[in-house]
């Protein structure tokens, strides 16, 4: 039912951060992390601008509810993803494959974020709370060094995946142009004042190839020595430092909101981890204000499309008995 809020859950999610608190664990909100009702992806979603207001609205009561408790508030977590994987590729529902609705999906997402900031700056808590958006940071790599094609489709996908968000936070203008592929012009200055800090997910870098008659334009190709996780990317940990660089730009804290690896057989997590911490304190050392970060996660977990096969975390659980058992590399 459009509007109506389920008391129940309110209740137990303040009884969860009380719980967090008494055990002296910082509680963190994500006000829209992928899912949503049925009856907002009913009327469209993000796919119309007037839709923003109904999640706005929800932002508000959960802030009403529990901002004299928490203080630190992600807004959006990964908006690209949400429009590429659920517009783009088809991988999320609603699993439509379009171009342009990708890009008004994903320009919705990040106004959103500036109209939930500044709504939620003028609540009570609002001046001493922090709130920010969540981004995930992908590099594309060209396979070949030589070959233009695959120079400027990676250019293109940095541009829209990566550089257009940061610029659009920097300058309160959004736009991008990939033929065949989408094309947006938004402009709105209030996203210049609308974040106290950074959340910043990283992972890994992806090598692509332009390949016209491929679907999508492109096939994702690996050396021989990379280091795969069970996901289909590879270990990168220089990647995080570049992350971290261009995000700095910004001018605001970086709180590393997700990082961590999906490892089953357990071979690489201690590796993976070990060399993702280093260049993160190498970023420190060198100036950079990062103030936190989360590894992902402190459970296994339910992965969006891919279910439970993925293992990304610390304690392995068996979904059967609840168990929980801390893995070898963690």
């Known amino acids: 039912e459009i509007g109506a809020y389920n008391q129940e859950a309110l209740n137990h999610y303040s009884k969860l951060i009380d719980e967090l608190i008494k055990n002296n664990i910082t509680p963190v909100i994500t006000l829209h992390h992928f ?13 119309k601008e007037e839709n923003i207001s109904h999640l706005v609205s929800f932002s508000e009561r959960v802030f009403e509810e529990y901002s004299d408790r928490v203080e630190r508030w992600c807004t959006i977590n990964e908006p690209g993803v949400v429009a590429v994987q659920g517009y783009f590729t088809g991988m999320f529902p609603p699993g439509i494959k379009s171009g342009s609705i990708t890009a008004e999906v994903f320009k919705n997402l990040l106004e959103s974020h500036v109209q939930i900031y500044h709504a939620l700056k003028k609540h009570k808590n609002g001046p001493k709370s922090q709130i920010g958006i969540v981004k ?9 060094r030589y070959h233009i094609g695959d ?50 997910n990283y992972y890994s870098h992806n090598h692509i190839k332009f390949s016209p008659f491929k679907e999508n ?3 994702l190709k690996f050396h021989p020595d990379d280091t795969m996780t ?13 992350a971290i660089q261009l995000v700095s730009s910004l001018g605001v804290p970086i709180l590393i909101t997700e990082n961590g690896v999906a490892d089953k057989d357990d071979r690489i997590r201690s590796d993976y981890i070990s060399k993702y911490l280093f260049s993160v304190s190498k970023s420190i050392e060198d100036g950079y204000n990062v103030i936190g970060y989360y590894y992902w996660s402190l459970m296994d977990n339910f992965e969006w499309a891919l279910g439970y096969d993925m293992k990304f975390g610390l304690y392995s659980v068996n979904f059967n008995t609840q168990e929980r058992k801390l893995r070898d590399g963690s």
């Open 35 to 47: 899912a949503h009702p049925i009856w907002f992806e009913k009327i469209g979603a993000f796919e």
């Open 136 to 144: 995930n940071i992908n590099q594309f790599e060209p396979w070949r």
């Open 151 to 200: 120079w400027l489709f990676t250019i293109s996908l940095n541009h829209i995946y990566n550089w257009a968000t940061i610029k659009f936070f920097k300058t309160g203008k959004l736009k991008f142009r990939a033929p065949g592929l989408m094309w947006l012009s938004h402009n709105n200055l209030k996203s210049k004042n609308s974040l106290d800090f950074f959340g910043l």
């Open 217 to 219: 334009y492109s096939e």
């Open 230 to 242: 069970d996901m289909e990317y590879t270990i990168y940990a220089e990647g995080i430092y570049r």
